[in-house]
């Protein structure tokens, strides 16, 4: 049986590369694996040490949690696989996007890594980076580019 | 999905493309299509008159039958490279600019994806050929990029 990665994050337009995603799936008889990857935990907490007579900030904004990734990715789940029987799972992940899209990519033995292009100008992607390039350039699998139109 | 678009040309990567696009094709019961495009056709014979009693520079022997024979070697191509892939591939010739070309015969066929290849140089870097940069930009239906190892 096929194994289909579909890499998610918050953007609006993750639904329709997930869509396609399962689209393709479907067709193969394929199973899915969603992954999420959590970057740099720490830019969502601020903290600044007290001076003076200011007496600090400290921010801890758990919106990006594991737990709460976790139930993202279930809820998305969810939403896709009503009405089907595909075989699907999640996997919640740190550090690099891309690389470590690429890691699980191997290690669970994916066919093909779906993923979506927001941009119009894949020169400009080329130029700039982004996850999507980048796990494009070093995939060693197949990669179903879903584009997604701003 | 039910239609898969593979676009050819004589590199000899070409075949990796096309064996990738048919898997995907076969796995799914999809229809697939070998599409080649013939580019500048005009070229391929040159005649321009003489001057300062220079004599006519002419290649090749113009003839109305040029196209058809353009045609014929590319569509025999083409049927070639589907009997070598033990596959039934539709086969479709037409001129004009590649990536457009491929774009237009996608849309008039309602192909469900776009089968590509990227080229690896190196492990960590992979060319994207013009067109198929040209191809990914504009395509509203998701492409199949397949790696190319050297």
């Known amino acids: 049986m096929k194994k289909i990665l579909i890499p998610i994050d918050y953007h609006p337009t993750s639904k329709r590369v997930v869509e396609e995603g399962f689209k ?6 394929a199973r899915v694996c969603l992954i999420h990857v959590i970057q740099d935990l720490q830019l969502y907490h601020m903290s600044h040490p007290g001076f003076s007579a200011y007496g600090g900030y400290h921010m801890i904004r758990n919106v ?11 809820k998305i789940l969810e939403e896709n696989t009503q009405d089907s029987d595909i075989e699907s799972e999640i996997y919640i992940s740190k550090g690099d996007p891309a ?11 994916a066919d093909i890594v779906v993923i979506g292009t927001h941009s119009q100008n894949v020169l400009e992607k080329f130029l700039t980076g982004s996850v999507a390039t980048e796990v494009l350039e070093r995939a060693k699998i197949p990669v179903y580019m879903v584009p997604v139109k701003k | 999905m039910k239609k898969v678009l593979i676009p050819l040309d004589y590199h ?12 995907l094709a076969n796995a799914m019961g999809a229809k697939a299509c070998l599409i080649h495009v013939l580019e500048d056709i005009q070229f391929y014979n040159m005649s321009y008159p003489g001057f300062f009693g220079a004599d006519i520079y002419s290649i090749g022997q113009f003839s109305p039958k040029t196209d058809e ?21 539709e086969v479709f010739v037409c001129e004009g600019d590649t990536a457009s070309a491929i ?6 066929w309602e ?27 504009k395509s509203p239906v998701p492409i199949y990029m397949v790696p190319i190892e050297k």
């Open chain 2, 69 to 89: 024979e353009s045609y014929e070697v590319a569509r025999e191509f083409l049927s070639k490279a589907s009997k070598d892939l033990n596959t039934d591939c």
């Open chain 1, 99 to 109: 690389l470590a899209i690429l890691d699980y990519a191997t290690s669970w033995g």
């Open chain 2, 103 to 108: 774009l237009k015969y996608a849309k008039e």
């Open chain 2, 12 to 23: 000899p990567t070409s075949k990796e493309v096309a064996k990738a696009g048919v898997e």
């Open chain 1, 64 to 74: 990006h949690s594991l737990a709460e990734a976790q139930k993202v990715a279930e």
């Open chain 1, 24 to 29: 393709l799936a479907r067709g193969l008889g």
């Open chain 2, 111 to 137: 192909a469900d994806t776009i089968v590509l290849g990227t080229y690896s140089h190196n492990v960590l870097q992979k060319i994207i050929g013009t067109v198929a940069a040209r191809v990914i930009e």
